[in-house]
């Protein structure tokens, strides 16, 4: 472990799973799409493609690429979130890890996609988000893709006031090796521009 609390845990002391699921499930009542993340996600990938969704939670967006077709793995830190996601897709692969201590997990660094959705990165223990770039970035195969989004002020995020910049991301990124190869606003790929208050964005690592 980091020694360090991370952001969701200080928010939900580690049993928001159900809550979260509830949530969703809400949602699909109203009629509202849930899958956003799941089909920006497909569309960038060849059929039976390697995922880790890192930060899974619930195993949402995971559950549904493994419809898909995709092979995916989970991982999260906090154990009510994996409850809900090993009972819902039992047959699935979702690992409990720390992101800033992914390399422990011996993991074989050939992901076509990683995805950290769901405002990870904000989330995150301070101090440990240039660690988990890095630990996301060796997770990749060469020509491999990093998937990100996150909330960039108080209106897209949990929190008062945002912990970090998008500057500071794409540092990391670059740190990392990484390439940055496309931004949004939305899942759904309305363009970005500066101020807008979410950003998803698309990194690579060199194929070469």
């Known amino acids: 472990m980091t020694?360090?609390?991370?952001?969701?845990?200080?928010?939900?002391?580690?049993?928001?799973?159900?809550?979260?699921?509830?949530?969703?499930?809400?949602?699909v009542e109203s009629g509202h799409d849930i899958h956003g993340e799941a089909a920006f996600c497909a569309a960038l990938l060849e059929p039976a493609a390697r995922v880790l969704d890192?930060?899974?939670?619930?195993?949402?967006?995971?559950?549904?690429?493994?419809?898909?077709?995709?092979?995916?793995?989970?991982?999260?830190?906090d154990p009510s979130m994996l409850a809900v996601a090993r009972r819902d897709a039992?047959?699935?692969?979702?690992?409990?890890?720390?992101?800033a201590r992914l390399d422990a997990l011996d993991l074989d660094p050939d992901f076509d996609l990683v995805l950290a959705a769901?405002?990870?990165?904000?989330?995150l223990a301070p101090g440990t988000e240039p660690d988990v770039v890095r630990q996301l970035a060796g997770a990749?195969?060469?020509?491999?893709?990093l998937v990100t989004g996150m909330g960039l002020d108080a209106?897209?995020?949990?929190?008062?006031?945002?912990p970090l910049t998008l500057g500071e991301f794409d540092d990391w990124?670059?740190?990392?090796?990484?390439?940055?190869?496309?931004?949004?606003?939305?899942?759904?790929?309305?363009?970005?521009?500066?101020?807008?208050g979410y950003a998803v964005s698309v990194h690579s690592r060199p194929a070469g």
């Not at 890192?54 to 830190?77: F, K, N, Y």
């Not at 769901?118 to 989330?123: F, H, K, R, T």
């Not at 990124?173 to 807008?196: E, K, Q």
């Open 140 to 145: 990749l195969r060469p020509g491999g893709l």
């Open 54 to 77: 890192a930060g899974c939670g619930t195993g949402r967006i995971a559950i549904r690429l493994a419809e898909l077709g995709h092979r995916c793995t989970g991982v999260d830190v």
């Open 155 to 162: 209106a897209h995020l949990p929190l008062p006031e945002p």
């Open 173 to 196: 990124c670059t740190r990392a090796g990484l390439t940055l190869r496309h931004r949004y606003a939305t899942w759904s790929g309305d363009p970005y521009r500066d101020g807008c």
């Open 118 to 123: 769901g405002n990870v990165i904000p989330l």
């Open 3 to 27: 020694g360090q609390q991370d952001r969701w845990a200080e928010l939900t002391g580690g049993q928001g799973g159900e809550a979260y699921a509830q949530r969703f499930a809400r949602l």
């Open 90 to 99: 039992p047959a699935q692969e979702w690992l409990p890890g720390d992101l």
